[in-house]
Structures are given as structure tokens and as C-alpha cells.
């Protein structure tokens, strides 16, 4: 064990009580050097934990692979611990502290035999800001410690930190025998800790991200009146030099991270707008002393999807992923690169596949099931530092102001390309009914809508009907509350083919929520929202089918009250605690809809 670089009790009782229920052979405590950074890439690879890939061609760069049932979130397995099961809410997994740790601590006893714990101390935000979090994961994972070194702040900095203050988050993770029958993501938002075991996949075991980020973190928000969020922000720049920033939030297979690193169309290019990505995918807001939104990204790198990324649909991030990248369940080439469905280039004619089998282009299974070469949920993880459009802001602790807030869905014939709410209440109510219909590439029934508030489903910390209590007492705590919009860019044609190009384009209707957002254009009123005139959106360069833009604004009042149905049946599971704001928004949205 090397000495505990710190001072702080609290925090050396808790590795040493750790310890002694893990077991572990030695401790190392993790300082963020690079030289402690290449010994411990050196032992991963030693210890077939991962590969090292073409250093010419993908410098610095590594493949791991995963158990091959531990290839994404196992949400049936993770858990909300509240003394009370009302705190967690009729959306969350519930399990009672006592029992919980008691469970999982049967699964970590003697967990760590043989093995090493590494002491990550990391800070999610600038070290020392007033937005920013600290956290100390345990774990006896090397992949979990490369990964929180590319997707944290970590070291000395953030150790100095906590010789001031005790309050961190208590994350423990171990890899145990990898059995999903004894895999356990335990959060106790009481005891500001985060228990994980049984699984080595980034989003069950980087505990910085979706379990402090969102989690654990807009439990505290919730407290300390401030917003954590499942959001990307970004700014754009006008030519002027004048920056606006707005956070966007939607499900997944929406292109949240594409709209992060958006290029600028070429039509648009004459105006010469920049734009500057922040973050990917959490957004931390607070109300600043001037009464308006201000917003950090909490992480420092990208945990994206691999698959379907390509020069098309995301040329930054391929710029991005081509050195100090860990890919996971991806193709290795014979030329030690890496491939993937839906990548650049030509389709390799063999490979190792991501379960390390031999693989060739048509190889089918016994059932006769073509085998990917990639895991549809394979992942990379990037420092956002080789992000080209990586904002100069990052490392500020005031963090940005935000102008818009937008949400959006995947719906093919309901939403238009964009509206925007009438006031924050509204506002509320369009981000806790969003919804997406499911796509192919997803379990469940083709089209069938799932409903997804603020992109949050998934990782609200607590009752969601006291997140949405608490979205609502923060439009009344600001003086400049953002405004709020909604975007759709997947809507179709009777023939199932997009209306709207979407990618680059998207920047024309991103122009338009800003001018909104200043005063620079008016707008159509419908029942649900204002909906931009014709005329408004800038189009030059891009033609659409003759009829498109009509159908891209039409809002059928019909459709929408048939939507109301299934909104009545989501908000009805939270009974009492629903606030009565999104019922009233509920009935004076359909007198609007039944009046026309």
C-alpha cells in the first residue's frame, strides 16, 4: 500500500473499513500522473485487461472487452436505497438501506483477494468550484481507473480539496466474479454513496457519471436548489464573437451527442457561426447572483456510442476518438485498428470480434443470426480535450449562461420540427411528457411510445414527481428563467422517409430558438406552443420536397388529444404527488385542443 496521500479522516476510515470487507492484497492510491498512468497501462495489458491498438495509427489508444452479458446498464439491477420507498418513486427500483447493504455486502466480502485497490479521489466539475462534486471510488478494476482518469478530474488538486472539506461521495466498486446473479448498482442518496459490484461495463462502474452525475447528484440539487441534468450544452458564435449557450435534453438514439458537435451546414456558412461543444451529456445548472441559468459539464471526457459513428453522422467525434481512446466490444483488425457497424471505410474481411472470436463479414450463428462484428452498445471513451470544437470555458468555474432549454423525441407523425412552450410551467410540462417511439433498434414493440421526462427516466435519484415539484420552484426562483422549447427531427412522410435532413441542418432551427430567444422573430401560436412563421427559418442552400415545410409545422389536434390519453395514464402512476401545475397544463391544453 502506498501512504494515504491525505489528511483527511474521514476519508482514511472509510478506505480502511472498505478494506477490511474487501480484502484486497495491496492499495494504491491514485495521484492522476502520467507515469502512474503508463505502470498502470502496462499491467492492464500484462494482465489481459485490455490491448494496446496501432500506436502509428491510434496513438495512445487501447480495446477491452467485456463478459458478454455485461454489455450496458443492467437497470433492472440498479437501485434507489431510501429509508422510505415513497422517496424513490413508482419509476425507480426500491430496495431499504439495511437489506441493501447487507446484500451486497455478502457479494463484496473477500471480493478484492488477489487483486489490487486502487483510491480514486475525482472531481465532477472544475476542482474547487461552487458547482463541482467530490468523489472517492474504490475499485479493483484497471479499466474503471483509465476511465475515470480520461472522464474525471483526478490527483493531487482534488485530494488538496479534500484536506478542506469531509463531504465526498462514498463509491465502492468491485468486478467480483462478474456473475450477473450477484450483480448489484446500489445508491444510498441519504448516505451520499454509491455501491457497485458484480459488473465491469463503463456505465455500472464509472462511478462518476450516471450514478454521481444524475443520481446521487439531483438528489443533492434537489436540496441545495440546483439542477442536474441529463443534457448536452453548447454554445454558438456569432461572427461578432457574441456566444449563446443553450442545454438540450433528449432520449437515446436522438442525436444529442451529433447536435453537440454540430458543423454548420453549408448554406449557413456565409454567416459564419462557430460552435462550441461543452459537454455531451450532463449538464449542472444554477441560478447565478443576476437571477439567470448558468451551466458546467461535470465530466471531462466522452463515454459515446461506437456503433453508426462515422464521418456522416459525427465527423468531430471520429476526429476525436483517434488517440488517448479506450474502445470496448468493438472489431480488432489484423492491423491492430479498430472497426465497427456503420463505421468509415470498407468492411474488413476478417477480424477478432468483440467476444474475441474470429470473424468474418456474413457469419451467422446456429439459429442462422448474422454475428456483428461490434457489440450494438459498443463504446469508446475520449478526453474531450481532442474535441475540435472543445469550448474554452471548460475550466471555468462560473461555468456558462444558459439561453434555451430544449427537449425533444423521437415522433414520426405527432410533434412538429419545433415549438416553443408558452412560459416554465408549460415548459415543465412539455419536458415531463416527452417521449420517443421505439426504433428497431430497440426491445419492445415498433412504435410504441416511451415516455421519458427530461431524459431522466432513468436517472432521477428520487421520486419524479418531486423532480418535476422541483423544476417548478425553480422557474420561480429565477429572475431570466431560459425559455423552453421542443424539437423533433424525425418526422415522416406517409412513406416513412424524413421530412427533415437533421445533422448539420439542425443549426437553421437552432437560429431560430435564439432569435426567439431575443426577440428577433415572432411566431404562429398553435394549442400546443409557438410554432415559427413561414419564412423564418433560414434556408438557403437547402431545398426540401415540395409541401415538406407544411407538414414539418402542421399540428393536428386530433393526434394530440389521442396523446393526452397516454400522458394521463403516465402522470396517474404518481397519484397525489403529481404537482397540480402539470395537471392544470393537462386540462388547459386540451380546452385549447377541443377549441379549434
Known amino acids: 500500500m502506498n501512504k494515504p496521500p491525505t489528511h483527511n479522516k474521514k476519508l482514511k476510515d472509510w478506505v480502511s473499513k472498505m478494506a ?3 480484502n484486497p492484497d495491496n492499495i494504491i492510491w491514485i495521484d492522476g500522473s502520467d507515469t502512474q498512468k503508463q505502470l498502470l497501462e502496462r499491467e492492464a495489458i500484462a494482465g489481459a485487461e485490455i490491448i494496446r491498438l496501432n500506436q502509428e495509427k491510434l496513438p495512445s489508444c487501447f480495446l477491452h472487452r467485456t463478459a458478454p452479458d455485461d454489455v450496458a446498464r443492467t437497470e433492472h439491477l440498479t437501485y434507489i436505497c431510501t429509508r422510505r420507498k415513497l422517496d424513490a418513486g413508482p419509476t425507480n427500483n426500491w430496495m431499504a438501506p439495511k437489506a441493501a447493504y447487507q446484500k451486497a455486502a455478502a457479494i463484496f466480502k473477500n471480493s478484492m483477494v488477489g487483486r ?9 466539475g472544475p476542482v474547487g468550484s461552487s458547482f463541482s462534486k467530490i468523489g472517492v471510488e474504490l475499485t479493483d478494476s484497471r479499466y474503471v481507473v483509465l476511465n475515470m482518469l480520461i472522464m474525471t478530474r483526478v490527483g493531487e488538486a482534488v485530494l488538496r480539496q479534500l484536506e478542506e472539506e469531509d463531504n465526498f461521495t462514498k463509491c465502492l466498486h468491485s468486478k467480483a466474479q462478474l456473475d450477473i446473479n450477484k450483480r448489484l448498482i446500489l445508491h444510498f442518496p441519504e448516505d451520499n454513496t454509491i455501491w457497485s459490484v458484480g459488473s465491469g461495463y463503463g456505465g455500472n462502474v464509472l462511478l462518476g457519471k450516471k450514478c454521481l452525475s444524475l443520481r446521487i447528484a439531483s438528489f443533492i440539487a434537489r436540496k441545495e436548489y440546483w439542477l442536474a441534468e441529463h443534457m448536452l450544452i453548447m454554445g454558438i458564435e456569432e461572427p461578432n464573437g457574441h456566444i449563446e449557450y443553450i442545454v438540450a435534453a433528449f432520449p437515446s438514439a436522438c442525436g444529442k451527442t451529433n447536435l453537440a458537435m454540430l458543423i454548420p451546414p453549408e448554406g449557413l456558412k456565409r454567416k459564419g457561426y462557430r460552435i462550441w461543444t461543452v459537454g455531451d451529456d450532463i449538464a449542472w445548472m444554477r441560478v447565478d447572483s443576476d437571477g439567470s441559468l448558468w451551466a458546467i459539464n461535470p465530466e471531462t471526457g466522452f463515454f459515446g456510442v461506437a456503433v453508426g459513428t462515422n464521418s456522416k453522422s459525427n465527423p468531430t467525434m471520429v476526429k ?13 483488425k489484423p492491423d491492430q485498428t479498430v472497426w465497427w457497424e456503420g463505421a468509415d471505410g470498407e468492411v474488413p474481411t476478417q477480424g477478432i470480434d468483440w467476444m474475441g472470436r474470429p470473424w468474418k463479414p456474413g457469419i451467422k450463428d446456429v439459429n442462422g443470426k448474422l454475428i456483428l462484428a461490434a457489440h450494438p452498445n459498443s463504446r469508446f471513451t475520449a478526453p474531450i480535450t481532442n474535441c475540435p470544437s472543445a469550448s474554452f470555458r471548460l475550466e471555468q468555474h462560473h461555468g456558462v449562461p444558459i439561453s434555451a432549454i430544449i427537449f425533444g423525441g423521437r415522433r414520426q407523425h405527432l410533434a412538429p420540427l419545433v415549438y416553443e412552450t408558452f412560459n416554465w410551467q408549460h415548459g415543465v410540462f412539455v419536458g415531463a411528457t416527452m417521449a420517443s417511439e421505439r426504433t428497431a433498434a430497440q426491445v419492445g414493440k415498433l412504435g410504441e411510445v416511451r415516455r421519458d421526462p427530461m431524459a431522466m427516466f432513468p436517472f432521477c435519484g428520487y421520486n419524479m414527481a418531486d423532480y418535476f415539484k422541483h423544476w417548478l420552484n425553480m422557474g420561480k426562483r429565477m429572475a431570466k428563467p431560459p425559455k423552453i422549447f421542443h424539437v423533433n427531427w424525425f418526422r415522416t412522410d406517409q412513406e416513412g422517409n424524413f421530412l427533415w435532413p437533421g445533422f448539420g ?3 437553421r432551427i437552432l437560429e431560430w430558438i435564439l432569435d426567439r430567444c431575443n426577440n428577433k422573430v415572432g411566431a404562429n401560436k398553435t394549442a400546443i406552443g409557438f410554432v415559427p412563421k413561414a ?5 438557403t442552400g437547402l431545398e426540401l420536397n415540395q409541401g415538406a415545410m407544411e407538414k414539418l409545422f402542421e399540428v393536428r389536434n386530433q393526434d394530440w388529444i389521442g396523446e393526452l390519453k397516454g400522458i394521463k395514464k403516465f402522470f396517474e402512476q404518481f397519484k397525489r404527488d403529481l404537482p397540480r401545475e402539470l395537471w392544470q397544463e393537462y386540462k388547459e391544453l386540451l380546452v385549447r385542443l377541443e377549441s379549434k
Not at 489490487?116 to 465532477?124: A, E, G, K, L, R
Not at 419564412?535 to 434556408?539: E, N, V
Open 505 to 507: 441542418e439542425n443549426l
Open 535 to 539: 419564412g423564418d427559418i433560414d434556408m
Open 20 to 22: 477490511r470487507l474487501c
Open 320 to 332: 476525436v476518438i483517434q488517440k488517448n481512446t479506450i474502445y470496448t466490444n468493438v472489431l480488432l
Open 116 to 124: 489490487t485497490m486502487y483510491v480514486i479521489p475525482f472531481s465532477m
